[in-house]
């Protein structure tokens, strides 16, 4: 009994993690990072961090593809192998797949998006007009929003998602954290004020 339950978690497990590998590791990578000051420092806004932001986007929408990978394992060890360890492969995947579908019927929306990057650039675009906050604004990226770093008024209201900078917890640390949140901000945004 005790080895069927260490099967079902240890293909839980497994089939929880395998989606999330592509957001995991590709994004940790040192050249994947060059250029981004290490986490939690604020990230100036620029073209290449609206670039990571789709990438993001992209290893994010992977690992929604590669979810067919534990449920194709689970069924087949489910058919003619150790059921458990299937099972628990087979439950995980179809999780998994319903948590991101829901993003397509208003559910939650992924860490990164499209919008994210359109607002991101909105802000470049705007830093660099007549309209700036001051005479030499520097958008930054917070953890809780986009600030200027000169005069630090708020110019968009938009927590940051984990964009797969090193932590100073290190690779497995950091990447545990990553798994468990999924990739979204740890920071909620602040509520409005009546």
């Known amino acids: 009994m005790i080895s069927a339950v260490l099967y079902f978690i ?18 940790r990578n040192a050249g994947f990072n060059k250029g981004f000051p290490p986490h939690p420092e604020p990230i100036p806004l620029s073209p290449r ?32 192998g150790q059921s458990t360890f299937g099972y628990g492969l087979f439950l995980a995947g179809g999780w998994t797949l319903l948590s991101r579908g829901q993003a397509l019927l208003g559910g939650p929306t992924l860490p990164c998006t499209l919008e994210m990057a359109q607002r ?19 958008p930054q990226w917070w953890m809780e929003s986009v600030r200027c ?40 945004p602040d509520e409005p004020q009546n």
Request: aromatic share 8%; charged share 15%; hydrophobic share 45%.
């Open 49 to 80: 961090l609206t670039q990571r932001v789709l990438h993001m986007r992209w290893f994010h929408r992977l690992g929604t593809m590669t979810t067919a990978l534990p449920l194709l394992f689970g069924y087949l060890s489910i058919l003619g």
């Open 120 to 138: 991101l650039q909105m802000v470049m675009n705007i830093a660099d007009s007549e309209d700036a906050c001051c005479s030499h604004p520097q």
């Open 10 to 27: 240890a293909g839980f497990l497994l089939g929880h993690l395998m989606p999330r590998v592509p957001f995991i590791l590709i994004s």
């Open 149 to 188: 770093g000169s005069c630090s008024k708020k110019l968009e209201d938009m927590p940051q998602p984990d964009l797969g900078r090193p932590r100073k917890d290190g690779f497995f640390l950091g990447g545990l954290r990553l798994w468990i949140s999924d990739g979204h901000s740890m920071v909620l």
